[in-house]
């Protein structure tokens, strides 16, 4: 790397917060995904000002910058691909103003999902969006990727509670996308912020919609002799115009893996367990979730169980929510699909993941929402066998069609990323992914603010395409001149 | 500006016959103005095509619905053609199971209601002109009603669409299913843009279940700040109304379904739609009651509350719909607008408002920060009312609330260019619309910032 | 240096095996004290895993980066409660340690901290005398009143005042025997079990009203409570710090003078010792002689707070009307899985109130000897700690841990709060007592 561009870095941050040094680079080569590249520095700016400065550098001397908030993407957004410059928002993790009588706070980027919520508990309110990863990822990185979690059911994605965004454009300015208030004048400029995986700007605060905290919740969990008859209670709930605040289904395999670490009560002889959340007022709780019960009982449930205190909640949705991580007990990696299918679709897309997974030898437990049809197969490999790793990650490109064929998605909420971009083309047609490059250009024209992301390659779909290491900048965004560094 | 002996050349590169006749064309005028050429394309593709052969030929294209919003200021100068997406109706795919409908933009809303109706679903959105306008154009004027406080805003319900741009191409973004961030989410854009980038030709939306069961409860106060107060103190609460409406006394007579109005003094009437179970329903009523006489108490002042079936809530709310995004035109009308606040200001706009005229009505959203203001004068339609609105938008500006017109007859209209709201970036929509359609075929000069 | 790989040595390193549960989802990285404060990735449970699986698998080499951030880590194991996976972070992070210490130059403190923990670990806590007589300063500074009041004059930030701070204050009516303690004192009423008391160094030698109150309180519940004779320091503090040879003579000596006494259980009412001596097995697994008695050993091993909560306490509490919060010490509630049984206790008293800390299962920043090699982190996380502590307002804040004892009392001190800081089994005797008076 120039030195003249760590030497604005460090005039920009100051120097005790800029890093070049490639042992510590080395821990900022990976996130929760399966891809890996170092970045040639590391940088951690203290307010937008900081980071329009990093950016200004960055794009001057054109080298390529990639926001990187808790790491805990799924999808390798916060990969420095093509090294350069690592921009973390670790120091940007401030709680700036709770508006109780509007229902907004306004927080920076690094701030931690769960905390928020902690925050404001004692109003009465809270921040819906709950990824699975949420006591250590950051709100930055939910906007970057449009995080879910398990209650979008009822309450929707990142981009239902975010009411603005103050953001570092790749030009180097401070703009406002949104603002505090529900609506803004013209182009929705905001929607399209929030889930562009950090390829449109980086965004330096937050405004966030807080929502009140329902006054009951009850949770209830359904054991299944089968994940057909468990699909087939989701759909009759929704048939019956229920809509559980969270619906969520559990393999059998996932169900032993998480009960060797939470031991939440689920039992592992079962062929799918179905926990749904209901919550609202008392008055309608019990007999909403009485309703599901009786649903699943229809369906062919072997045992219909309501937590019966919140500690019992507590431990089963600390089962669902470790389920990723708890696959560390069965194989040294795991490759997380993201898939979405209508939810209809649910028994006929899991019978062919079976199969997938049988034609590849690899063993997948299955954990989805299934009241949102997101599936979440979760292929298990070892990182360190490579034909295991091509294996993993063809299996995962043919769950992906599987779902499209159906009419479906390749990402519900972990995002493009590096994982997915060469699949963009199964979804998409070249005339969408053309409008979606004209959006880009339109904030990104140089392409520096993290290259290459989201767009497919010239790989196909499938084709082992694991990024372990840096790479040189792509054309068009590489200068003619040659690299910079 | 188009040649109209192009016109028979058009219909060989398209293979669509336009509507030419003066008087056919007529029928498609936007705020007064006449096209030279009507379009009505069946699909995405040959809007595409359409559009790609006018912008060669340099045209200004205004995308038409039910035209229900035709007196958006301010007016088109002129306009060579219209793109009539009233053919690209109809309903594609419904599941629901999967809570998805898939819809071409022409179908009239209340059409895709019935459908719903006729599962037990229903699409989450109370614009207005529910009986006439098209989905398409409720989606492009972003016409979110009340019921968006309990079920989302229209941005958050639609997931997926297919537009025709300018260049010729079709695209389609987002998905069918209800969630998915694959790619960059680029229907937000087309909600609220005005038809300005491209044709929305079909869109996929969420749909809900329709509720258990339904109730109003209508709470009149005498004072504004009570009113809003309890507003917000239900909003912050654990009971989830569906929807909040505020209305000064001219504007609640126009809900004739509540009993014509207020009396007695009670000048503010505040409707709560409560939607569940019959028992969540109770226990909403029982809540809301108390907060409400707390509010007012608070400001010492009085409140009468009455609880509303659920027949007659949903008949008010054809009439409350309307005053949301305002009353068609009518030649009494000067403006109608909508403010956007924070809701704790609600009470402050209002306000403001009202000292506009004796003829100024205020319907508001107070749970979500949203003032329809219509200003009404029988008598005197005067030359001086647009420098007196946008005296009041830019007082809104001041106090960091932003101002849209709405609609306004064509001699005041054309003196109401959108306000620019001081932080919106409006380098970023210009660069915006010169990607999406650079020769600026789609209704210029007439979106924020004069775009 | 000459003759050692730069990779792993020997048997006793990070396991491939363990390395491997790891699947990098960083759900760890907020329970982690010095990811919360710095903010980088290295010092985060996921950043050390990374580091050590690329030893392992020869990605890199020992160097002085993996040294640096091994020994940064509190070694509090919070991360290990969060793991979905379950990886052994403690065990990963002893064999760390000791593969760095077989690189001597690679010392991650100053020379002057490395000539002071050579002296301490190697030649002063193997030998109990030379310990008992280097501690006398510090006893006497703490038993003699007025003494400790001496150093209120020098200001708050002083080394030698926060040494002071941290010294044991004890309750005017428990004052400890001059006296060693009885090699067994017997069960009042009936026997229930007869139960071995660890006495370690440290609690020894500045703890020893702990100690006496553990015995009150055992014997009170029908335990015959031998101290038994040849028993030393546990071995936690070398363990922790990589220094495995000697921690492996400390635990031989241990089980021997245990081993003799046929016990139903070995109380500990130190953490960090427990912790330790519940993983004797694991220290001693390759020891032909001792694998087996190491691990019997260790499967006694109860701390005291644990082995109260699983008896049924006898009656006979005064009402005791003082408002108590706890502070979660790390190798208890993270090392050893315990955090209801120490609550349980203390709600057992009557009158107590008890209310809880704010993230009570964070650390303290005690860390063993974590205050005296990174000073200034210590410090910032004992403030946020402190903090919290305060918001309480209760009278005692109690624990189950000397280190954190110590650096609760110097923190408070700092604050001139008058908040007094107890071992759990303290306040358990004190309600006892007032009964009996």
Request: charged fraction near 20%.
């Amino acid at each position: 790397m120039q030195e003249a561009l760590i030497q604005r870095l460090r005039s920009a941050v100051g120097h005790e917060h800029v890093t070049a040094r490639p042992d510590d680079l080395r821990n900022y080569a990976y996130d929760g995904s399966i891809d890996r590249a170092a970045p040639e520095a590391v940088v951690f700016p203290a307010d937008a000002a900081q980071v329009a400065a990093v950016v200004r550098a960055c794009e001057e001397l054109r080298c390529p910058y990639v926001a990187r908030g808790a790491g805990t993407g799924l999808s390798g957004g916060a990969i420095a691909e093509f090294g350069g410059v690592l921009i973390s928002t670790a120091r940007m993790r401030r709680i700036l103003d709770i508006d109780a009588a509007n229902r907004t706070a306004l927080v920076e980027p690094g701030v931690v999902n769960a905390h928020i919520s902690a925050a404001v508990a004692t109003l009465g309110l809270r921040f819906v969006p709950d990824p699975s990863s949420q006591s250590a990822c950051t709100i930055g990185g939910n906007v970057a990727e449009n995080a879910g979690g398990l209650h979008c059911l009822a309450y929707g994605v990142t981009s239902n509670h975010v009411l603005g965004c103050e953001i570092v454009t790749p030009q180097g300015e401070i703009v406002w996308l949104g603002g505090r208030e529900n609506e803004t004048a013209g182009y929705d400029l905001l929607g399209v912020f929030i889930g562009s995986e950090g390829t449109l700007g980086i965004a330096t605060k937050i405004a966030v919609k807080l929502t009140p905290q329902p006054e009951t919740t009850r949770t209830l969990l359904a054991v299944f002799d089968s994940v057909d008859d468990a699909s087939k209670a989701v759909s009759d709930i929704i048939a019956a115009g229920i809509i559980p605040a969270a619906l969520e289904m559990m393999d059998r395999l996932s169900t032993q893996a998480i009960e060797a670490y939470v031991h939440a009560g689920f039992p592992t002889d079962a062929g799918a367990i179905l926990i749904a959340d209901v919550d609202g007022l008392q008055e309608s709780v019990g007999e909403t979730a009485a309703a599901i019960g009786d649903v699943c009982r229809r369906d062919g449930a072997r045992e219909v169980r309501l937590a019966k205190d919140e500690a019992e909640r507590e431990r089963i949705w600390r089962g669902r929510k470790s389920a990723f991580g708890a696959m560390g007990r069965f194989s040294p990696s795991y490759y997380v699909q993201d898939g979405v299918i209508p939810r209809t679709k649910l028994p006929e897309v899991l019978a062919e993941v079976e199969a997938i997974g049988r034609r590849y030898g690899l063993l997948i437990a299955n954990v989805f929402h299934a009241g949102d049809g997101n599936i979440h197969p979760l292929i298990a490999f070892d990182e360190k066998v490579p034909a295991q790793v091509d294996a993993a990650i063809a299996a995962g490109a043919d769950i992906l069609r599987a779902c499209v064929a159906r009419g479906g998605s390749i990402s519900g909420e972990h995002g493009i990323g590096i994982e997915k971009r060469d699949c963009m083309n199964v979804q998409y047609a070249p005339s969408d992914l053309a409008l979606m490059a004209k959006l880009k250009a339109v904030f990104n024209p140089g392409g520096l603010c993290n290259p290459a992301k989201m767009f497919p390659t010239s790989r196909r779909c499938g084709e082992s395409a694991r990024t372990l290491q840096r790479a040189d900048l792509p054309e068009g965004i590489a200068p003619a001149a040659g690299p910079a560094f | 500006m188009l040649n109209l002996p192009f016109a028979a050349d058009l219909r060989k590169h398209t293979g669509s016959r336009p509507r030419v006749r003066p008087d056919e064309c007529a029928r498609y005028s936007v705020g007064g103005c006449t096209p030279k050429l009507v379009f009505s394309p069946h699909n995405a593709r040959e809007a595409a095509r359409i559009v790609s052969a006018l912008r060669q030929e340099g045209a200004a294209v205004i995308i038409r619905g039910a035209g229900t919003a035709q007196w958006r200021p301010p007016p088109p100068v002129s306009i060579d053609a219209v793109l009539d997406m009233t053919r690209c109706d109809g309903i594609v795919e419904y599941a629901p199971a999967d809570l998805t409908v898939t819809v071409g933009a022409g179908t009239k809303f209340s059409d895709l209601q019935s459908a719903l109706r006729a599962q037990g679903q229903f699409f989450p959105c109370d614009p207005s002109h529910a009986a006439e306008g098209t989905i398409g154009g409720i989606l492009s004027g972003r016409r979110d009603g009340a019921l968006r406080q309990r079920f989302g805003a229209l941005r958050d319900n639609v997931l997926g669409m297919h537009v025709s741009l300018s260049d010729g191409s079709t695209a389609f973004s987002g998905a069918r299913v209800v969630k998915s961030v694959a790619g960059y989410d680029i229907p937000k854009l087309f909600v609220g843009a005005r038809g300005t980038l491209g044709a929305i030709a079909d869109v996929t939306l969420k749909v809900a279940p329709l509720p258990q069961a339904e109730a109003g409860l209508v709470a009149t106060f005498e004072r504004l700040e009570p009113a809003c107060q309890a507003a917000l103190d239900v909003a912050s609460s654990p009971l989830f109304p569906s929807a909040t409406t505020l209305h000064d006394a001219r504007s609640a007579h126009r809900v004739r379904s509540l009993g014509g109005g207020l009396h007695d003094g009670h000048a503010w009437m505040l409707v709560l739609r409560l939607g569940g179970t019959r028992g969540a329903i109770a226990r909403q009523a029982d809540g809301i009651t108390r907060i409400c006489k707390a509010a007012s108490a608070a400001a010492a002042s009085g409140v009468r509350i009455e609880m509303v079936a659920q027949a007659q809530v949903q008949h008010a709310w054809a009439d409350i719909a309307e005053l949301a995004c305002g009353a068609a035109y009518s030649p009494a009308t000067v403006a109608g607008m909508k403010v956007i606040s924070q809701p704790s200001h609600v009470a402050a706009v209002m306000a403001r408002a009202l000292s506009l005229g004796p003829d100024t009505e205020c319907t508001a959203h107070p749970a979500v920060g949203l003032t329809f203001v219509h200003v009404r004068a029988d008598a005197h339609v005067s030359t001086a009312a647009p420098s007196g609105l946008r005296a009041f938008a830019n007082a809104c500006e001041a106090h960091g609330w932003s101002v849209e017109f709405l609609f306004a007859p064509p001699q005041i209209g054309e003196h109401l260019l959108p306000a620019l709201p001081l932080r919106a970036p409006i380098a970023l929509m210009r660069k915006l619309k010169a990607a999406f359609d650079p020769s600026g075929t789609f209704d210029p000069g007439r979106f924020l910032g004069g775009i | 240096m000459p003759g050692v790989s730069p990779g792993y040595s020997g048997p006793e390193r990070p396991a491939l095996a363990d390395l491997d549960l790891c699947t990098r989802c960083g759900l760890c990285e907020q329970a982690c004290p010095t990811y919360r404060l710095l903010g980088f990735e290295p010092d985060s449970p996921r950043g050390r895993i990374f580091l050590m699986k690329q030893v392992a698998l020869g990605e890199a080499e020992i160097n002085q980066h993996l040294a640096d951030h091994l020994y940064r880590c509190l070694g509090c194991r919070a991360c290990e409660t969060v793991c979905p996976a379950g990886v052994p972070f403690g065990r990963l992070l002893e064999y760390g340690r000791f593969q760095v210490e077989q690189h001597r130059d690679l010392a991650p403190h100053s020379k002057g901290w490395m000539i002071f923990r050579q002296l301490a670990f190697r030649l002063v806590l193997p030998r109990r005398w030379l310990f008992r007589a280097l501690m006398w300063p510090s006893r006497a500074i703490a038993s003699v009143p007025g003494f400790a009041a001496a150093f209120d004059t020098l200001p708050r930030g002083n080394r030698l005042r926060r040494l002071v701070d941290m010294l044991p204050r004890r309750d005017k009516h428990v004052e400890p025997s001059a006296s060693a303690m009885p090699p067994v004192t017997p069960a009042i009423g009936r026997r229930r079990a007869v139960v071995g008391l660890l006495l370690g160094c440290v609690m020894d030698s500045l703890f020893r009203h702990t100690h006496e109150a553990t015995v009150r309180v055992l014997a009170r519940n029908g335990c015959d409570v031998r101290v038994p004779t040849g028993q030393w320091c546990c071995g936690a503090l070398n363990v922790h710090a990589g220094e495995r040879a000697i921690a492996k003579d400390l635990a031989r000596a241990n089980i021997d003078a245990f081993g003799r006494a046929p016990l139903d259980a070995i109380i500990v009412n130190s953490a960090g010792c427990g912790a330790v001596m519940k993983e004797y097995g694991e220290l001693l697994k390759d020891d032909s002689e001792y694998a087996q008695p190491a691990l019997a050993f260790a499967a006694r091993v109860k701390d005291v707070t644990e082995f109260l909560a699983e008896t049924s306490l006898v009656s006979g509490f005064a009402k005791l009307p003082i408002a108590v919060t706890y502070q979660d010490a790390c190798h208890l509630v993270h090392g050893q899985g315990i955090s209801h049984q120490p609550r349980a206790l203390l709600q057992a008293i009557p009158g107590l109130r008890y209310i809880e800390l704010r993230n009570a299962s964070q650390c303290c920043g005690a860390a063993g000897v974590y205050s005296l090699t990174h000073p200034h982190l210590a410090q910032a996380i004992l403030d946020e700690k402190i903090e919290a502590v305060l918001e309480t307002s209760a009278d005692v804040v109690a624990t189950a841990n000397p280190g954190c004892s110590m650096q609760l009392q110097a923190g408070l001190a700092q604050r001139g709060s008058r908040m007094r800081v107890r071992h759990v089994v303290e306040i358990l005797d004190e309600a006892y007592a007032a009964r009996s008076r």
